[in-house]
């Protein structure tokens, strides 16, 4: 397999997990979003997605884009271990959770919006993620375990991480959310997260480096 990533982008992140947590190993092409105009607008990666937006995943002949339909996938043709419950209602909790942060949150304070915002982006971004995270931490108190459904890691957990790093890197003020917090670092203490961070990329710059 080949993904296409940019170290910072959390719908990379959220999938170099999932390669990770199943063992998958995979080459790595860096797509630099703010380099060059972003590189991600060149003829040749949009040949590859024509949403020019990254990850993208060349595997078993075919290229992926999405990041949960990639995770989607993995899960289907690679069950082991399983990011998806066998519960139908804690796979929906699961679903749920996901959809929040990656249709809720995310796309609202992502490289693209925050262009357009320009002087007030920082304010628009902390907006965007307090309300997603006021939402978020109820939801939790009522699914989670040590994780964010039960006691197992799930494809909600591939999720929840990357945006609470943007919300650090927004300055947002997590004192309101113990909840998201707590699972946060249960989460950043596995193995699979800590190979998968921005700090531990290929195309992280020298400065931003663990």
């Known amino acids: 397999p080949i993904l296409y990533s940019y170290f ?110 320009g002087e007030k982006k920082m304010e628009w971004a902390q907006n965007c993620i307090t309300s997603g995270f006021q939402a978020l931490e109820q939801i939790l108190q009522q699914t989670a375990g040590r994780y964010c459904v039960g006691d197992e890691v799930s494809m909600a957990d591939l999720c929840l991480v990357p945006q609470v790093a943007n919300a650090e890197r927004f300055k947002v003020d997590m004192g309101p959310y113990p909840t998201i917090t707590r699972i946060n670092k249960a989460l950043l203490e596995l193995e699979a997260f800590k190979i998968s961070h921005p700090s531990r990329q290929p195309d992280t710059p020298a400065e931003l480096r663990a």
């Open 8 to 117: 910072r982008s959390s719908c990379s992140w959220r999938v170099r997990t999932a390669l990770a947590l199943k063992g998958i190993s995979y080459d790595l092409v860096p797509v630099n979003l703010i380099k060059d105009g972003g590189q991600q607008f060149s003829a040749e990666f949009k040949a590859l997605n024509p949403m020019q937006q990254v990850p993208a995943l060349k595997i078993d002949g075919i290229i992926l884009s999405q990041s949960l339909a990639i995770i989607n996938y993995l899960e289907e043709t690679r069950p082991n271990p399983r990011l998806l419950p066998q519960d139908p209602k804690k796979r929906a909790q699961v679903r749920m959770i996901a959809d929040h942060i990656v249709s809720g949150i995310q796309p609202l304070q992502n490289l693209s919006v925050l262009k357009q915002i």
